[in-house]
């Protein structure tokens, strides 16, 4: 997987993001969520940000707006963002899936492993010091192990994503801390260490790799995704509201 080459200027990896963008947004390679997605959600942020938020899936209010962690669960993560000292500006804002799953089933493996090159060029571009996993199923798709959220939160450890090696930083999702207040606590808690862990040193890096420069799309290369409205914009956009780009 394809990072951004070494002494790549932030303008540049800028652009790639958006290119890389461009592409998410008329997306087909699950056709049931690419005929039942209203936005692709690719996530939003500051692009040069040193950490990044990875959650499971979009839900209805970031489906209908485009963007992650719009609702209750996202109003919390900017709660504690701002008590450590932090906004969403400072950060980038991600899911293992870009699309929602009809009626907010769970993703399917291959709807997984079909998004996956896209969260593995969002961090070779970003190129992140920690990403933060929300909840029991980011972390246990990133780690590719079964353990659970409760054994692991607030441990960091070296983590390979595509072809940069990152700090891993696991915490209960936001929604699940809503229901719990004593979880409420322990995700405070977790946050408060964050700071501390974005001044260590990051894990040493991988072999480099070839600049990741994908060719722009062309206006006959845009066809309107399933179930679009004429209304919608269209990839050539890449909308700076939805990618944020900080």
């Known amino acids: 997987m394809a990072s951004a080459q070494p002494g790549a200027t932030p303008e540049q990896r800028r652009e790639q993001l958006k290119q890389v963008f461009a592409r998410a947004r008329v997306c087909t390679r699950c056709p049931q969520l690419a005929e ?26 970031e489906d209908e707006q485009g963007l992650p962690f719009v609702g209750r669960a996202g109003k ?7 008590e450590i000292g932090l906004a969403r500006e400072d950060v980038f804002i991600a899911n293992t899936l870009k699309c929602r799953p009809p009626g907010n089933r769970d993703p399917l493996p291959l709807e ?71 979880m409420l606590e322990t995700l405070r808690e977790d ?32 066809p309107p995704r399933p179930g679009a409205r004429e209304d919608q914009p269209q990839a050539s956009e890449a909308r700076a509201d939805q990618l944020g780009l900080f």
């Open 36 to 61: 039942t997605r209203r936005n692709v959600v690719f996530g939003a942020g500051n692009a040069d940000a040193e950490l990044m938020f990875v959650g499971e899936a979009p839900g209805a209010s």
């Open 112 to 182: 997984l492993a079909n998004c996956r090159e896209y969260l593995d060029l969002q961090v070779g571009l970003i190129q992140p010091r920690v990403i933060c996993s929300l909840g029991n199923f980011a972390t246990k798709l990133l780690r590719e192990d079964q353990t659970g959220i409760t054994r692991l939160h607030g441990r960091a450890e070296p983590l390979a994503l595509g072809r940069r090696a990152v700090w891993l930083y696991p915490v209960y999702h936001p929604a699940a801390a809503l229901r719990t207040p004593r």
């Open 76 to 82: 919390l993560l900017d709660t504690l963002l701002g």
């Open 191 to 222: 946050f408060a260490a964050l700071p501390a862990l974005l001044g260590a040193a990051p894990p040493p890096q991988l072999e480099e790799v070839p600049e990741f420069a994908p060719e722009p799309l062309a206006d006959s290369q845009q």
